[in-house]
């Protein structure tokens, strides 16, 4: 295996310089143990959105103030993220890994036992902290496994796990609470949470750090203006989506739609976002600001569509096309970063994880906020417009500086 040749001032915070991984197994057992995390991440993260209206009810709480368990694990995994690499220092990202998602499996437990809105958003803020710090040294992992020629092919995988969330996840989530109830559904994420730890246990190899790294290094990379636009791009079209998708389950509800039928939407949702994810990586590994323009515009269309009053047949193909363009912003908005900088890609993954993280707790607020005060049309159509400005960023910007 062969790992691009980075100076330490460039492969990421400035002093961070990582040995190349000491193999085990195949590196794509690895990969595939590292989508199980973000895939599990991900689901935990969201899963108060398919369980909003029941979550909230037992826990005595309003449906706005139901989103801000969604809100708290974005803030801190904003926060967290791009301080990663500093925070865990030379620990062996090996063994971090593994030890942050054995906090996750923590978290979910707790949370499914919560009998107060206080003690969920303890759970929460658990669930932050691993979520911050998982994500903050995923993307950069990924680096490390594989050929410098396949990086953009794991990192697509790596990022399916998004998506995978999606599909699988959520709706089994609400699935499960239609059956039981809605600490099922934390239950089940603990116990997966678990296995996903054995899974990276066995097959990742030991991937040390030979020199602390500094804060000084993150915000170098921010220098480059192609960097930049890709983390605004990012911002503004996550919160936009997080803004209508948070609280998607109301419009589901209005739209005369089961507690079942609207798990299968989900479902339909999270399978259009994984064909998005892998139908959008070629073109976001070579063009990644024409695929940014694609998805961000299409998420604009979709939710403003949204806002009429459609049939429900309607609404499921909406969600759909929301569904593929939405998962291809992960990847988009990723390889735009790392394109813009390739000599410090890993500073660039943890403070795009932490732009990622900071846009789904803004839209999360902003939706609380809007839904409660304002209603769900103004909630929609404010993130709509956000959507459209991203898209707009992305038709006027660079990747690179000397583009």
Avoid at 110 to 127: D, E, I, K, N, P
Avoid at 276 to 297: E, N
Wanted: net charge neutral; proline share 4%; charged share 10%.
């Amino acid at each position: 295996m062969t790992e691009p040749t980075m100076t330490p001032e460039h492969h990421g915070l400035e002093s961070t310089e990582p040995q190349k991984a000491t193999r085990r197994l195949s590196p794509w057992a690895a990969v595939a143990a590292i989508t199980a995390s973000t895939f599990t991440v991900v689901t935990s993260e969201m899963m108060p959105v398919g369980l909003l209206t029941p979550l909230a009810d037992a826990l005595g709480v309003s449906e706005g103030i139901a989103g801000l368990s969604l809100t708290i694990t974005g803030v801190l995994g904003a926060v967290l993220s791009p301080f990663a690499p500093v925070l865990i220092g030379r620990l062996d990202r090996r063994i971090a890994l593994i030890v942050f998602m054995g906090l996750l499996a923590v978290a979910n437990l707790v949370s499914g036992f919560a009998q107060t809105f206080t003690v969920l958003m303890l759970s929460r803020v658990l669930l932050g902290v691993a979520l911050g710090l998982v994500w903050g040294i995923a993307a950069g992992i990924g680096l490390r496994l594989v050929d410098e020629s396949q990086i953009g092919k794991a990192m697509t995988w790596i990022f399916s796990g998004v998506a995978l969330a999606s599909v699988l996840g959520i709706p089994a989530g609400t699935y499960t609470a239609s059956l039981i109830d809605w600490r099922a559904a934390f239950f089940t994420l603990a116990a997966l949470s678990g296995v996903v730890v054995v899974v990276l246990a066995i097959t990742l190899p030991r991937l040390p750090v030979t020199e602390r790294a500094t804060v000084r290094g993150l915000f170098g990379v921010l220098g480059n203006s192609g960097v930049r636009n890709g983390l605004i791009v990012t911002a503004c079209v996550v919160v936009g989506h997080f803004t209508a998708f948070t609280y998607v389950r109301p419009l589901l509800d209005g739209s005369g739609a089961t507690p079942a039928v609207i798990a299968l939407i989900l479902a339909f949702y999270g399978a259009a976002g994984i064909a998005g994810t892998f139908g959008l990586g070629p073109l976001a590994g070579s063009r990644p600001r024409t695929s940014s323009l694609v998805v961000t515009a299409g998420i604009a269309t979709c939710i403003a569509l949204l806002t009429l009053d459609l049939g429900l047949s309607i609404v499921v193909i909406v969600v759909a096309a929301w569904g593929v363009a939405y998962g291809g912003v992960a990847v988009s908005t990723q390889s735009w970063t790392r394109q813009a900088d390739p000599a410090r890609v890993e500073t660039s993954a943890a403070i795009w994880s932490g732009v990622f993280n900071a846009g789904i707790a803004a839209g999360a607020a902003l939706g609380g906020t809007l839904i409660d005060g304002a209603g769900l049309g103004v909630t929609l159509w404010t993130g709509a417009t956000l959507a459209a400005i991203a898209a707009l960023i992305a038709l006027s910007s660079r990747v690179t500086q000397r583009q």
